[in-house]
Each structure stands twice: as structure tokens, then as C-alpha cells.
């Protein structure tokens, strides 16, 4: 067999066996979101072959028409992604191709329409598939083909790659009689695809050039794998349920990532397909690939954090087709990470200032998760010194209750585009690789390039939730310490950490005081955190600590980060 049709993935191969070990036999409708690293044709027969199938609706471009045949013979409806290749389009026309679908009554085209020359492609195809053929016999009755498409004008020249769709045109093409209507859409896909959801000027680069080395990322990347290591061995036996909840409100997370085992919880999603339907984009696929890096970069941080992804109603600006959220979506998010109990809440992405009943929603909303001490980081849009009025939600609801990050470059200094006034903390968000270890990789590109507060964020967000995790061990191991003879141990009963500590560290002046003793520096650059000056010599100790005979003394290793992160009075 070619060595192409065996690439691709094959998770989706599971869900749809578990529904063939379950009885099922016929199934209405399938919608599946396959552009990045799509299923193979292999897959996508094997899954859906056991069924009889009404409507299809595989998204991964170009599917081929054989594999179609074999796969649904009975399907009535096809929605096809189309990637520009008139080649497919002669595939999909030939008698042996489509035609052979003896109860297909309608074909969707999507595609991105750039020119007449697309046009007429697409055009050419309706007329061929509706070519009268002596072995399919039309049944009684006949319809017309329709071509619908949508004018697009480029946008303004800050973002040329982006359309706005404005004006429906219909044609009818006159054919030979058909038995099944034609319908070909032109470019809504492009919409949801290749967007970037996020604060400011973040983007993504590939290695053209070698990428800056930043020393805050090396020294967390030790000190992180160190922390697997040992909670492999202690967790059931000492700290088995000892999360830490941190609310993702993104644009999804790709569930499917293996960095992402047993690290992300059942989510919610508060997003929508912009069609009729008006179906529920699920939470565990990321549209444009952002809230997946948001939280790779929390749990690269962090790697006991539990993240509970909340995706977010997001649609198209009509003037500068770019990203926009709907604050009504902000709101409810906010509202369900209260309702789950989480920790922290990161938000990378800002909206402008609403207006009355849903500023009254929104306000209503952040205040009764600051009320609940569930700390907050925020992005500030990366617009440069002169531009940041402040007035962006959520930090313009009281800059006093957040944390509001920027980003940093690799020497730790403000990246160009934040506006130093305006934040509290700077955190590495200049050409982040998004991986460097081998088990936290997307979709296989390990060397990827990030740029942008919303990165940095990511990360604030993922030193709270390994400061909440250092007390969480600390204050269980001085209780079960206290009273008790302890060789390792020269600590006394009234510098013991207890659960006022635990409560004290998840306030925003706690917390704040956490991140100084963790590496706070002072002068010009006092809000970037200098963290190796603390972790690197316990990165060292706990290497040397990963025999089952010394697990209690990594436990007090951890015990006294917390404990030197606190106020005693």
C-alpha cells in the first residue's frame, strides 16, 4: 500500500468503534474537523464504513471519491472541502467518481475563492457532474444546479491576507435534467481557519532563523522535569487529588495532544458554528491552534496544573476581518470557571470596554471571582507605549484585582510593543519555542516560535499554579510532620506552614509577594522574575533525590520553597 495513505491520525478511529461495539448501524449525521494533521483515507474508511450514513460532513481537503465509494455508498448529502486543485475537482466529476453515490442528492463545494479562473473551474464541475449517464438512470423529476458565490474584497491593508465576505450572487447554470441539486459555496472555511485568537501582535515563526535563548524558559524546563520525576513516585502514596485548577478561556484545546494525558479536564464551550445550524464548536478542538499553545505553556510550567478549557464565541469583525469575542461569551466563561472551582483563571485576550447591561454582566462576573480569591492574569495588548489607554476588559474593571503581564525578550527586557506602565509582571514572550522536550511537541513541529503577551501569560498564569501546588505539598507535609521527630527537619511548630498560609498565598498580595521572593529584581527591570536564581540549586537537589529512600526529604525540598515564599508574622 502507498506509504502516503497510512500517514494522517487515527484517534477518531476509537469513538467511531465504540459506536459499532454499541449497536449502532445508522448514523444521521457526521461532522468531523480535520484540517490540521488529518485522518488518513485508510481511517476514514475503517471508520466509517460499519455504518450507513445520510450526511457527510468530513472536513480534511480533498477526499478521495474511491475511498467516499467504499466508505458511505448510501449518502445522500456530502459537504467537501475543496483545496484549489482542478484535478480533484475532475476526480470528483468522473463517472467513475462521485456519480457512482447512487443516493447523493446534494454536494456543498467549500473553498476559498481567489479568481474567474477558480470560478470557472467550479463551474465546469457542476455541468459535469450533471452529465446525464446511461448507467445511472435518472429517477422521476429534475432540478437545476445552482452556484452560489460569495464576492470577497480585499481587506484594509494592515491584514491583506483576510477577506470580507459582503455580497451573495446567484447564477443559474442551464444543464441537461439531473435527479439531485448542486449546490457550491464559495469561501466560508477560510474564516475558521488560519486566525490568530489572541492579544495584541502574538504570531507564530518558523526556524528561519536560530531561535533566542531564553534563560527563564531553560531554567523552568529543569526544574519542571525534575517535578515529573518525582510525582511519578509520590503522588498516589502522598498527594493523590493534589490539583491545582486553572481556567483556560481560550479558543479551545486539541485534546488529542499528548502532553495534554490526564492534565485536561471535561470542558465547556460557549462557541458556535456561523451556519443555520447554529452548532456548538466543540471545546476540545482549538480553531486557530492558540489556546492548545496557551496550554502547553501553562503545563510546561506547571505540570500537576489541571487545565479546564473554556472556549469562547468568537466571529469576524465585518471591517478588518479580524478576530473579535463576544462579550456575552466573556461573561459566561468567567461565570463557569466560578462555577468549577478553579485556582486561577488565564485570559491572553482583551476586548474593548463594554457598554451598559453588559459591563453591569461583566463586572458583576469579575467581581465575584475576585471575591473568591481566584486569581486573574490578563494580557495587555501589545500596541506599543503610546497607544494602551487601559480601557480594554478585563483589567479595565479594576487593574488592581489582575494580574496584567507583558511580554519580555530573551534578556529579560520589555518586548518593544508592551507598554511597561501598564503591567505588573513581564514574562519571556519574544521567539518562545513551544517545546523543548520531546513529550510536549504540536502535531510534531517542536521548534515553533511564538511571539506576544498572550504567551506570557500563559506562562504567570503556570508559576501561580506551581506556587499554589508548593504550598499544597508544604502544608500537608508540616501537618504530618508537626509533633513528630524528623532528623531532616529543623523546623518548629510556630514556623510551620498551615492552611491560613495556603489562603494568604492565593491573594493577589500574596501571591505577589511569592513572585519577588521567587526571583523579583529590582531597578529598571523589576518586573521580570529572575526565577533560576532560586530553582536552578533546587533543580540540583531534587536531581539527586530520586530514590524511594529519599522521597520524604524532595517533599521538604518542596516544604521549604513554600515555606520561604510567605510572610510569618
Not at 527563564?216 to 502514596?237: H, P, Q
Not at 465547556?268 to 445550524?277: I, M, R, T
Not at 501546588?469 to 523546623?491: L, Q, T
Amino acid at each position: 500500500m502507498n506509504s502516503s495513505k497510512m500517514r494522517g491520525r487515527k484517534d477518531l478511529l476509537f469513538f467511531f468503534n465504540w459506536l459499532k461495539d454499541k449497536g449502532v448501524k445508522h448514523i444521521i449525521k457526521v461532522i468531523v474537523d480535520d484540517f490540521k494533521d488529518p485522518h488518513s483515507d485508510e481511517v476514514i474508511d475503517q471508520c466509517l464504513s460499519p455504518f450507513t450514513i445520510d450526511i457527510l460532513d468530513w472536513s480534511k481537503p480533498d477526499l478521495d471519491p474511491e475511498m467516499l465509494y467504499n466508505a458511505c455508498p448510501k449518502v445522500q448529502e456530502l459537504i467537501l472541502r475543496w483545496g484549489g486543485n482542478n484535478a480533484i475537482l475532475r476526480a470528483w466529476s468522473e463517472p467513475e467518481g462521485l456519480r457512482r453515490l447512487k443516493d447523493l442528492r446534494k454536494i456543498t463545494l467549500k473553498y476559498d475563492q481567489a479568481s474567474e479562473r477558480t470560478e470557472q473551474q467550479v463551474r465546469n464541475f457542476a455541468n459535469r457532474i450533471g452529465t446525464i449517464l446511461p448507467h445511472a438512470p435518472l429517477q422521476a423529476g429534475t432540478a437545476s444546479v445552482t452556484i452560489t458565490t460569495l464576492d470577497a474584497e480585499l481587506a484594509p491593508e494592515d491584514d491583506g491576507a483576510s477577506t470580507v465576505l459582503n455580497t451573495r450572487v446567484e447564477r443559474a447554470v442551464s444543464i441537461a435534467p439531473v435527479a439531485s441539486k448542486i449546490e457550491v459555496i464559495a469561501a466560508p472555511d477560510s474564516q475558521a481557519h488560519g486566525q490568530s485568537m489572541n492579544s495584541g501582535r502574538t504570531a507564530s515563526a518558523a526556524n528561519s532563523s536560530p531561535a533566542s535563548i531564553h534563560k527563564w524558559l531553560e531554567s523552568i524546563d529543569g526544574f519542571a522535569a525534575e517535578l515529573k520525576v518525582l510525582m511519578g513516585r509520590i503522588k498516589d502514596t502522598h498527594h493523590k487529588g493534589d490539583e491545582i485548577r486553572v481556567a483556560l478561556i481560550d479558543d479551545g484545546v486539541d485534546l488529542c495532544e499528548r502532553a495534554f494525558r490526564e492534565k485536561v479536564m471535561h470542558g465547556k464551550s460557549l462557541g458556535y458554528y456561523w451556519d443555520k445550524d447554529q452548532r456548538e464548536r466543540p471545546w476540545y478542538v482549538s480553531d486557530t491552534g492558540h489556546g492548545t499553545v496557551m496550554a502547553h505553556m501553562i503545563i510546561r510550567v506547571c505540570p500537576m496544573a489541571k487545565i479546564y478549557p473554556i472556549k469562547l464565541d468568537i466571529d469576524k469583525n465585518p471591517q478588518t476581518g479580524a478576530s473579535q469575542i463576544k462579550p456575552d461569551s466573556a461573561v459566561k466563561a468567567i461565570e463557569a470557571a466560578i462555577e468549577k472551582g478553579v485556582d486561577i483563571i488565564s485570559m491572553s485576550w482583551t476586548v474593548d470596554q463594554p457598554k451598559g447591561e453588559m459591563k453591569e454582566r461583566f463586572d458583576k462576573a469579575l467581581a465575584a471571582a475576585a471575591q473568591k480569591n481566584i486569581l486573574m492574569f490578563c494580557s495587555s495588548p501589545d500596541e506599543g507605549h503610546f497607544k494602551f489607554s487601559g480601557d480594554h476588559y478585563p483589567t479595565a474593571h479594576g487593574p488592581d484585582k489582575f494580574f496584567r503581564i507583558g511580554a519580555s525578550q530573551a534578556d529579560g527586557q520589555p518586548y518593544n510593543w508592551v507598554s511597561t506602565d501598564k503591567v505588573d509582571y513581564i514574562f519571556p514572550g519574544v521567539d518562545v519555542v513551544q517545546a523543548n522536550k520531546q513529550d510536549i511537541s504540536l502535531n510534531g513541529v517542536a521548534d515553533r516560535r511564538e511571539t506576544g503577551s498572550s504567551i506570557s501569560t500563559a506562562l504567570a498564569a503556570g508559576l501561580a499554579a506551581l506556587v499554589l501546588w508548593f504550598f499544597k505539598i508544604g502544608v500537608k507535609y508540616a501537618s504530618e510532620k508537626m509533633g513528630v521527630p524528623d532528623s531532616h527537619s529543623n523546623h518548629d511548630r510556630s514556623d510551620n506552614l498551615e492552611e491560613s498560609d495556603m489562603d494568604l498565598v492565593r491573594t493577589i498580595e500574596g501571591m505577589k509577594y511569592a513572585f519577588k521572593e521567587l526571583g523579583g529584581s529590582s531597578g529598571p527591570n523589576e518586573k521580570y522574575i529572575e526565577i533560576w536564581s532560586v530553582l536552578d540549586t533546587r533543580t540540583q537537589r531534587l536531581s539527586e533525590l530520586h530514590e524511594e529512600s529519599q522521597i520524604p526529604r524532595a517533599r521538604q525540598e518542596f516544604y521549604k520553597l513554600a515555606r520561604n515564599l510567605v510572610v510569618k508574622n
